[in-house]
């Protein structure tokens, strides 16, 4: 008989041994026992854990397998905005940088050179050594809280080792995909008749991305960390905090140099360019920081990026193949794009079949002749570019490229404004990749966020001729989706009543989307997301913005007369105004709401807030509470009147608000408390 302490001593003896090792194989790629060994003691810890679920932690290596699926990804806002990097090419532009940085120093300066990987950025948040949440760059400010996936990446740690890290801290790094991960993944697309990604970072987002997080672990994520931002860290300098972070178990690169003095960060940079193709995964650059913290903070920040670090950006790499063929594709503004499709050739690491040639213009000046030998050159873009023609290998008698004339999928006759590079097609109503790509623009995460219906399912329900334009999309019944067949040839696929429950919910729920991005969604040629918040905040209402004139409309900011031109030529076709008409009769929301929660409920109380929440972020709580009249504290004294605990508080707020007897309130007692109940919010 196994007794209960036995088998809580069993379970913590085993846990501790599998963490030992994953950190050997997956961090020190250093294994110290078989796979068939470490296999045996994961399966006796699921076995005891399956016994004894009250036994179950979160921080259990366990939970590294994946298993959770989430519906949508919460948006989680960064305590400290997540920014990018100034970019540099040359030596000279980096001497530029040195010269900057010493010049508000006064002294030496002493720089930490590393790998600049290629992947996607992510911020982990530990509390009291336990991963409490991660989270993606998003726009830099707020991001998506994917924990369910990164936990599935062995090498990031659930729970730390030693013990003198902060309370709560942050540490950022980048996400990525071994070269030899990613043809893996391919392979197995291929075969699937799936789509293939583009290069190791693609695959990456594509894999954080993804709602099921046992998925995510079978894409064998790896991850280096190689920040911790904040001004409290515990530390003199940059490479100190990153030698601390290794010892608590993160992966940080063993690729880091100080150098004192700029021929040194010169040799990083030289020997890298060279060695580069020698790593596992790619790189994209060097990034050079000021090692001393201190020196740091002295050289802050621009909105953009540190003034204490920059990117050495290499050339991109460029190889010579055949072309094939150029093949156009019509979007969902109109605008036709000219692709080449190439005899497939290794660059960089991936094989490269096709290229943008983005328009007419670059077609043209290119002088793209029938089979010519190209240079393709990947840089920072997804797809690769042709940059130049091999005119020694030019066939005598071969002809240019023409640009086509006519619409290759509605055949209507093709138009070009003058000022513009692109040729578009004027068959707005009638042109269907024009047609699917407003639904599938109108669904996407920042315009609706209907995340139940894809690409694919658009084009099925478009296809079957039950949705032209998105007021449709309000109108679907269950009965049509369930009636839906796609035929493959040796089998017939349908939805499932459960997919066709998801789809209309998703649906529905659109009806909460504030105004902005509704604006957004219309697809309203020229209005980005930026362009659609401030035109909104502007007007107010679509009707506002539906009558405003020339004049009216260019007064706001952001809207010159390109964009004012497109609004008013999108309001006054009939067809867009009545689908207007719909969907405001469906409750889509077309004026700027007031803030709604607001009242003086709260006057006179303090809060303390801590933790992770479900249904807010942390900062929309802290707004929630200010915005019923109440105080926010950062600590926990004998002036809180509340100690308002999310997720894995830290437990010395906890024991102090016990000593103190402050009420400790969950997230759905402080909704209670200023009456927002329900899913609303
Ligand atoms: S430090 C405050 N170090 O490059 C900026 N970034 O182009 C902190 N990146 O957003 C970033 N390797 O996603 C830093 N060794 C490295 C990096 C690195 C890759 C990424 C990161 C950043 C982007 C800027």
Redesign the pocket.
Known sequence: METNQSVIERIQRLREEIRRHNHAYYVLARPVISDLVFDRMMEELVRLEKAHPEYLTPDSPTQQVGGEVTKEFKQVDHRYP????GNTYSPEELQDFDSRVRKTIGQEVEYVC????DGI?IGLTYVNGQLAYAVT?GDGTRGDDITANVKTIRSIPLRLFGGNFPEEFEI?G?VILTRKQFELINADREEAGEMPFANPRNAAAGSMKLLDSAEVARRKLDCYL??LPGEDIPFQTHYESLAAARKWGFKVSEHLVKCSSLEEVMEFINDWDKGRETLPYDIDGV?I?VNSLQQQQQLGFTAK??RW?I?YKYKAKQAATLLRSVSFQVGRTGIVTPVANLEPVELAGTIVKRASLHNADIMEELDLHHDDVVLVEKGGEIIPKIVGIDLNARKPDSRPVAFIRYCPDCGTALIRTSGEAGWFCPNDTGCPPQIKGRLEHYISRKAMNIESLGEGRIGMLYDHHLINNPADLYDLTGEQLLSIEKDYGDRVVRFREKSVEKILQGIQSSLSVPFERVLFALGIRYVGETVAKKTARHFLTIDNIMNAGMEELTRAEEIGEKIAVSIIAFFSKPENREMIERLRNKGIIMQIQEPQYKSGILQGKSFVVSGVFTRFSREEIKNLIEAHGGKNLSSVSSRTDYLLAGENMGPEKRKKAGELKIPVISEQTFLDMIGISGSEG
């Open positions: 997540m920014l990018s990097l590393e790998l600049k990987f950025a760059r950022r980048e190689y920040y990034v920081k990026s540190p670090a990117a």
